[in-house]
């Protein structure tokens, strides 16, 4: 295996192919790390099972950033450089993806975020796509189920948000602006930072001006946390939030006190079409869990990857970004991806409640227009 400059890999035809994933396997979103991880094995073992990309073996090397930018800096720069990988799935977290990005960009290695909703992620260059939808959309779903749905009808809502969290700031932004638009009325503003312990004196506030729902753009720690204190100071109305609500850890965090509340996500594995039980049975035969939406998307990523290596004249950098920035109509767990002009994928989003610890399936929310 040679180097060009620019750290494009030249294939070796007899070698494996590398590919690397970088995620927060431990620190405060350490289930959106493993869960991505083992929807990208799963992709791994089964292309490798039916014989590899063109004879080769595919190699998955997953390093953990323990949810940190540093982390993320050096295992990204690690993989593209010394490993030489093909191309780069991660991260979760749009703020992590933002400090890989650049990286990949800058050495013309293809990076695929599974689940990063910033809609900067993806601006950052050619080089960078992502196989879930944006942020703008995720806000007009949960707008558009707020005010529509009957399980809600809000009229008046308030809104409580990581302040220091890429994700949360636009979703928070991108909610008021559709909520406002479809003729709600936002009754208070308050801000976090994220891994705060107290949040009596935003609630307190939010509890005085007496919404219908109150809208929580943040993580599971931070929204379980919320939860329980909500309930405490007797809040009594429907919590509502995006992905980033999605983990097992949520209930467990929360128990009762997120019973009742809704959020929009990725896939609902009550779907019931072929695709979604198919992958379903898979990984719980291999991992003994229910996949969260993080794990189809991490799967969605990794065979969207080898399908653009099938389509790419070969496996430079430049090639197979193209390639992957082509991808149509592709038919993954998390719905059928077609990614556009911007690198994003347009497709539906679910929204899911959270009902005796189990997230059950709600409405279907389709792409606007
Ligand atoms: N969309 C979130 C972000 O961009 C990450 C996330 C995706 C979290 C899916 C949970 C589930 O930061």
Known sequence: VGCKPGGTTVENPSSEILIGHYASLTGPEATF????????????????????????KIKLITYDDKSDAREVNQAVTRLVTSDKVVAVIGEVASSLSLVAGPICQEYGVPM????STNTKVTAVGDMVSRVCFIDPFQAYVCAKFARENERVKASKAAILFAQDQTYSVQLREEFEK??????????SVQTHIKGDQDFSAQLTAIRATNPDVI???GYYTDVGNIAVQARNLNITVPLLGGDGWDSDKLPEIAGKAIDGCYYSNHYSPEDPSPRVQEFLTKYKKEFGATPDGLAALGYDAARILFEAMERSPDLKGENLAKAIAETKDFDGVTGKITIDAQRN????????????GQRKYVTTIEPIR
């Not at 695929?112 to 689940?115: A, G, K, L």
């Not at 347009?346 to 009902?355: G, H, T």
Request: net charge positive; aromatic share 8%.
């Open 178 to 187: 559709w909520f406002t638009q479809m003729g709600g009325v936002i009754t």
């Open 112 to 115: 695929i975020s599974p689940s």
């Open 33 to 56: 790390g493993k869960s991505t991880d083992n929807g990208v094995k799963l992709a791994v073992d089964e292309i490798n099972a039916a014989g590899g990309f063109k004879g080769r």
């Open 345 to 356: 994928a347009v497709k539906p989003a679910v929204i899911l409640e959270m009902k005796d």
């Open 215 to 217: 809208f929580i753009p």
